[in-house]
């Protein structure tokens, strides 16, 4: 076993511990933040029954969609940075999930390049859950709004809502937050929960996490 593997195999383990631990029956979805990592780091991870991956770069996930879909069948790429409406259009074919939903004028534009592709695409929206200035999302008092206007976007699947947390802050009352406001807007805006990385998924699954994005805690430190 490689290093990638023996990692992989660990926070495999977690998961289920912290998932006992709150006496979860349903472990959340992982997904390997595989974002600068090399294509046969994906695949190590891959052939020990990983499927889902996240990136932050519209290009760099194109280039390895295009590498690596018919080689490794059934793979699933996340996009979970932030994303520019500009580059929407050649995103869509490419991806599984678009996690990182932070504007009334992104998800337009997912909307009506949704509908010319004729697909519906699975969408989280991103709530600024501690209100930091230099982050992206939807504050709590804006998510109103979002659920009078998703209502007009047929071509999307509002999936749920995701976060990252302020590293200053403890992550547990950030993933509380998110729980509690799901619970108000998880009929309309999807009932997922798109929260936890390396440093604090468990707190997160202890939270009512539906998919972790877990990058360094796998792959190791990027270079």
């Known amino acids: 076993?490689?290093?990638?593997?023996?990692?992989?195999?660990?926070?495999h383990q977690r998961i289920l511990n912290a998932c006992r631990v709150v006496n979860r029956s349903d472990p959340p979805t992982l997904i390997a933040v595989s974002k600068m990592q090399p294509s046969e780091c994906i695949e190590k991870v891959y052939n020990h029954g990983q499927r889902d991956f996240g990136e932050n770069y519209v290009q760099e996930l194109l280039e390895k969609s295009k590498t690596l879909k018919e080689k490794l069948p059934g793979i699933r790429f996340h996009f979970i940075g932030h994303l520019q409406t500009n580059k929407v259009k050649s995103l869509l074919a490419h991806v599984y999930a678009i996690h990182s939903v932070d504007s009334l004028k992104l998800l337009q534009e997912i909307n009506k390049q949704a509908g010319i592709a004729q697909i519906q695409m699975k969408i989280y929206i991103q709530v600024n859950i501690d209100d930091e200035p230099s982050k992206g999302g939807f504050s709590i008092q804006e998510l109103e709004?979002?659920?009078?206007?998703?209502?007009?976007c047929t071509h999307v699947i509002p999936s749920g809502l995701m976060c990252i947390p302020s590293p200053d802050r403890e992550p547990k009352i950030s993933f509380s937050k998110m729980k509690e406001i799901s619970k108000n807007f998880g009929a309309i805006l999807g009932s997922g929960l798109s929260m936890g990385m390396s440093h604090d998924f468990e707190e997160a699954i202890a939270n009512g996490s539906t998919s972790i994005r877990i990058g360094t805690a796998i792959f190791g430190a990027r270079k």
């Open 145 to 152: 709004t979002v659920c009078k206007k998703i209502s007009d």
């Open 1 to 11: 076993m490689n290093d990638v593997a023996v990692n992989f195999e660990r926070v």
